[in-house]
């Protein structure tokens, strides 16, 4: 296996623990899992890294598109919403971080959202982190 496989299976690895754990939030509420959807983990990965390569920590970079733009872009037609985090070091850590945040735990428990993409970018005063939520 290439480096930049093993890299990427990591990645999607991480991604995926954060999903898991989202879900196990979201059953202790009796509220259907959500399924990933690789548009939204595009468009995830996407904003990840352009916060980290353009330092800036925001749903929106000055000039750049929204995240719902983002997600259209990416080819998913019904986004919901986006949770965004920096720093936290492991999948449990960001969870617990977003789950101590009330729009971000409203987010996480949307009982009418159905998909979710979850994109990580491994940098400098990363990890960056970003949740996208779709009907």
């Known amino acids: 296996m290439a480096v930049g496989s093993s890299r990427d299976l990591v990645r999607a690895r991480t991604e995926d623990k954060v999903v898991q754990l989202v879900n196990a939030e979201r059953a202790k509420r009796r509220l259907h899992p959500l399924t990933i959807d690789e548009r939204l983990r595009r468009?995830?990965?996407?904003?990840?890294?352009?916060?980290?390569?353009?330092?800036?920590?925001?749903?929106?970079?000055?000039?750049g598109p929204s995240p719902f733009?983002?997600?259209?872009?990416?080819?998913?037609?019904?986004?919901?919403?986006e949770n965004i985090a920096a720093g936290q070091q492991?999948?449990?850590?960001?969870?617990?971080?977003?789950?101590?945040?009330?729009?971000?735990?409203?987010?996480?428990?949307?009982?009418?959202?159905?998909?979710?993409?979850?994109g990580v970018h491994i940098?400098?005063?990363?990890p960056w982190w970003t949740q996208n939520f779709g009907y």
Do not use: C, K, Y
Request: proline residues 6%; hydrophobic residues 45%; aromatic residues 8%.
């Open 90 to 118: 492991t999948p449990a850590a960001v969870v617990r971080a977003w789950m101590q945040s009330i729009p971000h735990r409203a987010n996480i428990l949307h009982a009418e959202f159905q998909h979710i993409g979850v």
């Open 69 to 81: 733009e983002r997600m259209l872009a990416a080819g998913f037609e019904e986004p919901g919403g």
């Open 43 to 63: 468009a995830a990965r996407w904003h990840s890294a352009d916060m980290a390569r353009r330092g800036f920590f925001a749903h929106q970079a000055t000039r």
């Open 123 to 126: 940098g400098p005063d990363g």
